[in-house]
């Protein structure tokens, strides 16, 4: 008797094994879905590369420097376009959702009209996330700046500059278009938009990247 419940017990254990491992695998080897893994914007919205060229991709990630996950994103996603080539083009857009994210907002732009983007990029993520500095102030962005060898004239002149200030006006109203839920988040041409809250980890987020770049890839080879 006692034989006979144990066998009945292994076989029941070893279905229930069976089945999870299907299920595990089904789920690792199914197509990605919109509304799941990605969502379609419908109409596209507006590209942010002017003459993009026609067998190019423009890959948009919002994010904010505060942010942890999207600081682990950062060197990943950099490291997918390269092995993509000039297939890609990528372009970072810091979101706003509110009064400190303004603020990291208006440094990225801030470097970038300085002409110290790629440096002071990385720099922030660094300072943050490694050093623990806050950023909650003019001071405190421009002891940042100070610090990468800026000027405080220059640093001030154009971080309240009309440029920068269109440019932080324009972050503000595309996160509010993109309909985002967090950070971060990529937009592909203006048609999909994909986010760590949708694929739940990073490494899938890039393989539905992947996907929905090939897609794009492939139309306009048949267009």
């Known amino acids: 008797m006692i034989k006979k419940v ?32 990605y969502q379609v914007f419908d109409p596209p919205l507006a590209i942010q590369t002017e003459n993009l060229s026609s067998n190019q991709v423009e890959v948009s990630i919002l994010f ?21 080539g000039k297939r890609i083009v990528l372009k970072r857009m810091p979101a706003i959702v ?7 907002a208006r440094a990225f732009y801030t470097a ?9 990029h990385t720099a922030l993520f660094k300072s943050i996330h490694e050093e623990g500095v806050q950023y909650a102030d003019d001071q405190s962005v ?10 405080p004239e220059d640093f001030l002149a154009a971080f309240r500059s009309p440029e920068v200030n269109e440019k932080v006006s324009h972050a503000r109203v595309m996160t509010v278009e993109y309909g985002i839920r967090g950070v971060p988040a990529i937009v592909v041409n203006g048609k999909y938009l994909t986010a760590q809250y949708f694929t739940g980890t990073q490494d899938k987020l890039i393989d539905v990247l992947d996907m929905l770049v090939d897609s794009e890839l492939n139309k306009q080879k048949k267009s």
């Not at 509110?98 to 990291?104: L, R, S, V």
């Open 6 to 37: 144990l066998t009945i017990s292994l076989l029941i254990l070893t279905g229930w094994h069976t089945s999870v491992c299907a299920e595990a695998n089904t789920e690792k080897s199914r197509p990605f879905v919109e509304g799941l893994e």
């Open 142 to 151: 421009m002891d940042f700046f100070v610090k990468q060898g800026v000027k």
């Open 64 to 84: 904010l420097y505060a942010c942890p996950h999207c600081n682990a994103l950062d060197a990943k996603l950099t490291a997918w376009a390269k092995q993509k």
């Open 98 to 104: 509110g009064a400190p994210w303004a603020d990291q």
């Open 112 to 120: 970038e009209e300085l002409g110290i983007l790629e440096k002071a």
